[in-house]
Every structure is written in C-alpha cells, then in structure tokens.
C-alpha cells in the first residue's frame, strides 16, 4: 500500500492508498500541486486533467468521509469530508489515515499531494 502525504499550509495529512488500476495510476501522477474548491458541502474537488486507469473498478461506489477519490466522468479528484450516496464513475483511490479538519469549509485550499517516504 502506498502511503501518500497532503500538504496544505503548515499541515501535514496522511492517507493511504488502496492496490488497485485508479490509485496506482494517481501515485505515478505525484507530485502535484493542485487547488481544491468545495462542492455541494460534500467534497474538495480538483481536475486532475487525466482519467485514471479503470481497470477492475467496480461500476458505483459510495464514498464515506475521508475517502479519496476520482469522478471518472469528469476526471476530477473528489475527497469527501461528508458521505454520499452510491455514484456511478466514482472510482476509490484510498482513504486519509486521520482527521481531515484542514480541508473542511467553502474556501479554495491550495494542497500539495506526494508519496510520502
């Protein structure tokens, strides 16, 4: 499993990504430097400008708070901090390994993602 780290200002969020196509297509991609505004209340959302690898995934998946994920159909990233409902194209790339306080409200964060060592 690959161990990966959100850097957002002078916070350090862990999260641990699962072994499957989509997570380890998004591990290649790091590091990234993205901006993430909120949608809906739900979830921080940014265009990863690239659907990742499919392969495998179920059809629908329904995210729980702290999931990290991919809605296919836009090839955004999307990390819920609120559950929702089964979604079909949503694809789970891992989950945060803790609180997850930083990423909550409406504001545009700017959040560097990497493998962590």
């Not at 296919?72 to 789970?92: K, V």
Request: charged share 25%; no cysteine.
């Amino acid at each position: 499993m690959t161990k990966i780290r959100f850097i957002i200002g002078d916070e350090v969020l862990t999260a641990t990504l699962d072994e499957n196509a989509a997570a380890n297509d998004f591990a290649r991609m790091l590091p990234l430097e993205l901006s993430l505004s909120d949608y809906h209340g739900i979830e921080k959302v940014a265009d990863l400008g690239h659907k990742l690898d499919d392969t495998g995934m179920p059809r629908a998946y329904e995210p729980k708070s702290g999931d990290i994920t991919q809605y296919q159909p836009w090839g955004n990233l999307a990390i819920f901090y609120h559950a929702f409902q089964s979604s079909a194209g949503l694809l789970r790339l891992g989950e945060f390994d803790g609180a997850i306080e930083p990423l909550l409200g409406n504001a545009e964060i700017t959040v560097r993602i990497e493998v962590a060592d």
